[in-house]
Structure formats: C-alpha cells, structure tokens
DNA sequence: AATGAATGAGCATTCATTCAT
DNA sequence: CATGAATGAATGCTCATTCAT
C-alpha cells in the first residue's frame, strides 16, 4: 500500500478528524468505531493512534475546531459595522449553520464539558476549548452592551444572564428545528429555516427595546 | 424460584422501569448495562426480556411514562383558572422539574425520537409517545390561544410557531442550567433557580402583550 | 452448540482452570490469551468471565490449587511417621512433582506474590493462598525441629532461617534441573532425576547432624 | 541528523543495551516496549532495528553481557589466591550482586536460555552466551577441585553435579531473598544479607570436609 | 546511516440478547 | 413464569516490526 508523501502532522490530524466528523455526524458518536474512522480516513486503525491519543482526543479536536468556526463566525458578523438586528441575524445564522455542520458537538459543547472550577487541571486541548468558549461569551457581551448603548435593546437587560439565556435558547430551538424538521413541515408548514427566523424574531422581541420596524428581519421585511 | 406472587404483568413492568430510571438517572443511558438493571430491579436478567423487548423499549417506556407526567403537570397548571402568567409560570416549572427528574430522557424526548412521518410503521409505544405529544402540543396551544384572547398575549402570535420556538427555547436553557449550573453560580452569582426565572421572564415577554407589570412573575414581584 | 447439563459452577472452573493450565504449561502465561483457553476449554471466550472475573484470577485459581497440591503432599509426607530422610525425600520429590505439573506457578509462588506486608487488603483468594503458604512453613519448620529433637539434624540449625534456605534451593536447583535437563544429560550423563537426587542428598548433608549412613537416600543406598 | 559521530557500530548497540537494561529493571523486560527503549536512549525506533535484530536480541545481548560481569567477578575471585572460603565467598557474593544489578537476566540465564543441543543452529551471539557460561562452569569446576585437593572441601564430591546443584541452589536462594526481602526481615528479624550468609553457609557445609571453624564466613567469625 | 511513517495482528474485556429447562 | 447459562460480536487500544526515503 503505497506510504503517503511526508505530509505535516496537521494533514494527517485534518484527515482522520474529517473522517470522524462525517461519521459521527451519520452515525453518532458513540455509533462510529476507530475501525470505522481508520476505514474512512484510509488509515489504518493504529495510526489513528499515532495522530490522536485516542478517541477522546479526536472529539476534543472536532469540538475545539468547530467551536473556532463558530467563533470566527460571530466575529465576522461583529466586526462589520453593522446594525444591531443584522448582527442578530448573523449571528443566529451562525449558530443555524454551525450545527448543521456538527449537530453532535453542539451538544457536547453545550452539555458535556462541565467545566470544573474547582479543579484547575485544564489539559492543553480543554484549555483551547474554554479559551474560544470564553471567547466568544466576551463577544456577546460586547454585542449586547453596544445594541443597548445604540438604544436597540432594553436598557434594563441584565447582561450575563441575558446572553446565557439567549445562548441556552437558541441552542434549544436549534437542536428542536433540526430534530423535528419534518414535523415542522408537516404540522406548520414551514421550512427549517422559516420557522427558525420566526423564532429569531420572537426572541429578538424579548431583549428589543420596543416593538417598533427595527424588530424585523430583513427576511420579514 | 417462585419469587413473586403472580402479579400482572404491568407491575412488573414498573418494577424494572422504575429500576432502570434509578440507574439511568445516576450513571447515565449507557453506562447503565441491562445486568445493571436485573440486579437493581431485583429480577433475572433474563426475565427483563419477558417484560421488555429490549432495552431500547426499556427506555421508550420511561420516555412515555415521564412525558405523562409531563402532561399531566401542565394540565393541572391550565386547568386551575389562573392568570396567564400564573400557567406560564407553573408550566415552566413542570418543564424544570421534569429535567431534574428525567434529565436523559428531557433530551431524548426532544432529539432522539425523530418520528418519520414517511414511514407509518409505529410501534405501539411510539405511537403513544407521539400522541402525549401531541396532547401536550394542543394543551399549550389552547393557553397560547386563550392567553390572546385574555389579551395578555400578543395578538399577532401565529400559535403553532411560537408554541414550538416557546419549546425548544424553554427546554435549551433549562438543560443549559442544568449543565452549567456552577458556571453561572461563579460568573454571575446566581442560583440555577434564579438564573431559569430571568430567562423565564425574558422568554414571556417575547409573547406578552406590553411590558407592564403583569409581565413579572411572583417571583419578582 | 449443545449446552453443558446444569454443572456446579465449581466444574466450570475446574475445566477452565485445568485447560489454561495446559496452555500455560505448553506456551507460558503470557502467550497464552483468553481466546486459547476458551477454545481449549470448549467454551466461549465470553463464558470465561462468567467463571473468572479475568485472566488474573485465573492465574490466582492455578496458583492456589497447585499450592494445595503441594501442601497436601507435603502433609502426605509427613503425617506418616516416617524417618527424617524419609519424610525428606518425599517432600523433595514432591516438589520436584509440583514443578513437573505446574512449572509457572512455581516461579510465580516464589516471587510474584510479593506480599506486601503493609498492606492488609488482601482479597480472599490471595488470603487463602497466603494461608496455605504458611501451612506450608508450619510443617516444614515442625519437619526440622522433630528431625533436631529425634537427633537427625544438627542442633545448631536457625529453624525458620534454614527452612527458608531449603526452599529456596530445592526451588533453585529444580528449577534449573528443569529447564537445563538436556544439558545435563549430555554434560553429565545423569537423567534429571538422577542430578536431583545428588542435590537433595547434597543438601540434606547440611542440615543432616553428620555424615553417616542415615544420610543416604533409599536410592543411594 | 546526523546526530552522533559516526561512532563504530558497538558503541550504539551498547547505548541502546544501556538504556534497555535501564528500563527492564525498572519496569520489568515485557512492560519495556521498543518505543520506549527508543526514548530512553535518544534513538529513533527504527534505528534500534538498525543494530539490533530485534527484542529479543536486545535481551540476549544484556544477557550476555551481564554473564561476562559475573565471569569476571567469578575470575577474579578465583584469581587472587584466597583461601577456599574466601573464594567461595566472593564467588556467593559476586552472584548477589549480579542479581542485585540484573534481576531479571538471572532469572533468563537460568531458565529462558533452554540451549537446545539437538538443534546445531546457534545464533553467534547465542553461541557466546553459552561460551562464557561453559567458561564459568570451569573455573568452578576448577574451584572445587582445587578445594579438594587442598582438602578444604569433601574428596567425595562428583564435581560435575556439585557444581550443577551448587549453582542452582545459590539462584535459587538468592532469587528467594530478593523476592521475600520484607518478609524475610519481618518474619526473621534478618535483613536479606544476613540471611543470605546464612544460607552461604548452610550451603559450604554440605560440601565442606568437617564442620570446623573454617567453615564459617569472615562475618560469622 | 538514520528515521518518520505506517501497520498487521492481537488482546483483554464487555454486553445485549437467546434459549433450554 | 422465570431464569441460569452461554455467547457472538464488538471495542478501544498496543506494540514489535517494516520500509521508503
């Protein structure tokens, strides 16, 4: 079997951890076996070994790398000058296209690492993990501290608990939308999508200083 | 070994369920092994398969169960002739108990069972399980219904929608608290209670009418 | 596969025990794998850990029995009221049976149980195991004190230093007569039975008072 | 990378052996992988194949270079023109300090190493091994003539077999010592050396000519 | 000469499930 | 009805060894 090129560390890494992600994401997590990942990435299954500490780490790395994707994402959508509802939008859009691509992580990222304060034994990875974390909570912040600052959002708005319930609330009717998409269809009428930027407007009613035009997606627009 | 007297069938059914949720809820869906479960319920692991067809109906069986009470929860909350407020209030609370009742089976009910509404094929289960569901899905329905024509909802709300947005929202940050509750304890020194009201708050005043003060839950006032 | 007649679980061990102690006797301990013994046995691998909670214990079980054995027949020995060299030879001759049939354990009786007197966790089959070790010495050290009171061995022996002594070189040079056999053969022109009833003979006149007739063998003689 | 100078071949082979019997003794020879004697000696892995066949060569070259120590411990015992007893005594000792140093090669030296002498095929390292071994086997042999002649030791000895017995009962008792070192201290109240004298001359006197003082070691005296 | 890269062949252990009694 | 007994099928992981460069 013909050895491949020297290829960076980082390659290989890429490799089996796209190969892991496509199957986690067809078959779950638990569902997916290192024979299958090996198979998939065209490895064999020891050097899936030689890459990754086990499989564990190849979660870990899936869940860091996606958390960057979305955290480069809400960054995107921050940095533009834009309004406060577009920026909603983006960064809605952005949660909507992060777990179609990694419908398993967001769970993880959500639910699995219950971060211990106590303990302040962070591995490397788990330190990357908590940094975009922290990340992307600073950003949030920052994005709710300035829409009130415009005059966009309530001005009365608790600033943590407030983005902890926007997060906790997205990520619910995200999963929701996804998991009962025919349903929504088939009860509703609606698409995936549609019925999500209903929900995103009702949500944005609910930290949004009066409901007045500004309210509206430009989709409802 | 003629352990019990010969007890219909449902009982034993409970016995085994009841154990399994026991389980289930201390170490988890998986870690818990079927031998587990004969031990805990006091049975031959053999006999859990005269009673059950497998552990994946074990499980079917305690989602139904727990959406039952679910249900029967919420309809105790709108059947007393309460306020708007008050219903919401006891139904998100129902909703809280029941994460911290059923923790696993709270994400099962809004993930795993991904009714294919292609396929006709229910088991009978499944087929009670979906209509608990819908039971539920008409209950909140009719409150989203009278609490607008109470006027102390919207009145543009288009129901369907926002009873499945208000669903998934609800139950995102209550399995949020739930996950990250010493996180919030040590970021925004809240309780997991106190943090869950605020977004409970939040949440209604998605859907009520005007910020006034019938907006604010007991709590609050 | 025909399934077994309702056996005692004490028969299933015995037949799992008895066919890893072939292999292990053939190949060694650890080139022998759960897989061989299953298929010496005529069992599934799975069935082991219904008898065995792992191969350890297997180990554990050969060790204990062999010491057993062992002990029996050094109580054989000397329950029978023999003469000194008698009751001698017979444990020697028992030993070097006990290493015939259980060659590892051997080696492992002799150093793997690294008792470690700290600790008392011991788990009941180590227990037992150490317990008949000791009923082991007992009899030795009784063997060498009626030998010094009857006038048969020197006066002067340190009675638990000289056991100890003696065992470890029967264990030594049985070992090596074992495993060096054939290079005895040739070098010597002695079988091993031969060599060893030179050596037992050999150290019998250092413990024996003085080097009259009594310290021959029966075979010398 | 050229990491190292181009140095002769046995310079790295005795780098790797270094490091290897570093490792055996302190991890045991089968915990010890390839990949870490790799590490240990600041080689890649495929370079340990470069100068050895493989483990089990790296093994017999430990081997064997610890049997030339104890062969020229053994030499320079004999050497010196010591009394029998002093002799002997070194000799016990050289074998204490060997297992000391070697745990594990003792116990291959003995047993591993079933020379099979059917087969002519010897390995050249192999063939060494054996070499120094029947260089050891003389000089003792050589030992005990000379104590017999010089009327130290008993004129009815078969040196052959003495010699053979002699051997295997020193491993034996030493292996013991080692191995029992905290229950030998506790139930004897003597620490491992002690006893081991003890044993040394348990054992001189079985092939000593009478129990007369010479007998006793420069400790005893 | 030296090695980075890759892997085949195993291994102990687990567990849901079946079936004869 | 209840179950003791048995197991097929996996699973994550390891390690000595090979080979192209």
Known sequence: MGRRKKEPRSVHRENIA???SCLFMKNGISATTMNDIAAEAGYSKATLYVYFKNKEEIIGFLVLSSMKKLCSCIT???QNENSTRKCYDTICNGLVKYEKEFPYYFRIVLEKIKIDFES???LPEEKETYEVGESIR???INFLKSGIEKGDLKDNLEIEPTFFSFWGMLAGVIQLASS???YIESTMGLTKEQFLQYSFDMLYS???KSNNE???S???K
């Open 76 to 78: 995107n959508a921050l």
């Open 214 to 216: 500004q309210n509206l």
């Open 218 to 220: 430009e989709v409802q």
């Open 180 to 182: 009962k998409e025919k």
């Open 138 to 140: 600073e950003m949030m």
């Open 120 to 122: 302040t034994e962070y």
């Open 18 to 20: 796209t190969a892991a």
């Open 206 to 208: 609910s930290i949004a």
